[in-house]
């Protein structure tokens, strides 16, 4: 769990920072946590993040610690840039704004609900709640509303969101459970039927993908409307 994490500048040959515990970190947190960068983004050109399990770094442009977050969520990818705002989900699952300049957070309503995974799209943050549904809020407006009962696992991927809706039967032998993609430019939300055992849809130069989760070794290309499949890649070692 002590595993470090460093930041190079590959152009120069030189480490610029040693990521460590915050001083104001307990034994016991230091034993459930790790100082492996989990996350590096840009928030803008004056700010970097470092997330890491647990905690956040905010440095400047030499690489300095500005300020530290402390309670980050366990979902490390829970850190939101709009309009030059930065927001994260914390520890007990609420949606946090962050003041740049000293360090302060402040909570975002959303109307009491808990946050355990976003993702964000346009200004616009989809969210799934405690109760396991699909929301979405406009950072803009403030508008709240409801998008789809059960869904967890949310995968931002171009413009759709792929999401599970759980099947909670008591049937063991049968699992009922459905992948969907949430087109959101469209609102068109429906089960993806080219599933099967691939997860985890992606783009990349808006191509889309994803991984199969049983044998681990094999990539499939889909076509943009995801309706059908262009391509299967074995991947090697």
């Not at 947190?29 to 399990?53: E, H």
């Not at 949310?154 to 049937?171: F, M, Q, R």
Request: include cysteine; charge should be negative; proline fraction near 1%.
């Amino acid at each position: 769990t002590f595993t470090q994490g460093y930041l190079y500048l590959c152009e120069e040959n030189k480490q610029v920072f040693k990521n460590v515990f915050p001083t104001d970190f307990t034994d016991e947190q230091k034993k459930s946590y790790t100082c492996s960068i989990g996350v590096l983004q840009a928030l803008d050109n004056d700010n970097l993040a470092v997330i890491c399990s647990g905690f956040m770094y905010i440095l400047d442009v030499n690489f300095n610690i500005k300020f530290t977050i402390l309670d980050m969520g366990s979902y490390s990818g829970g850190i939101y840039i709009c309009d030059g705002e930065i927001y994260y989900i914390n520890n007990l699952y609420r949606l946090m704004k962050i003041d740049k300049e000293t360090g302060e957070t402040s909570v975002v309503a959303l109307n009491s609900m808990k946050i355990t995974e976003g993702v964000l799209y346009d200004n616009t943050l989809w969210f799934s709640n405690e109760d396991q549904s699909l929301y979405s809020y406009n950072f803009k407006t403030g508008e709240v509303e409801e998008r789809a009962k059960n869904a967890v696992r949310l995968t931002l991927a171009g413009n759709y969101i792929e999401y599970l809706k759980p099947d909670y039967s008591a049937n063991e032998d049968n699992d009922l459970s459905e992948i969907h993609l949430l087109n959101l430019e469209t609102g068109s939300d429906s089960k993806w039927e080219l599933t099967d055992s691939y997860i985890d849809l992606f783009s990349v130069d808006g191509n889309y993908y994803s991984y199969n989760s049983i044998t681990g070794n094999e990539l499939i290309q889909y076509s943009t409307d995801l309706s059908k499949v262009l391509n299967k890649y074995t991947l090697t070692d």
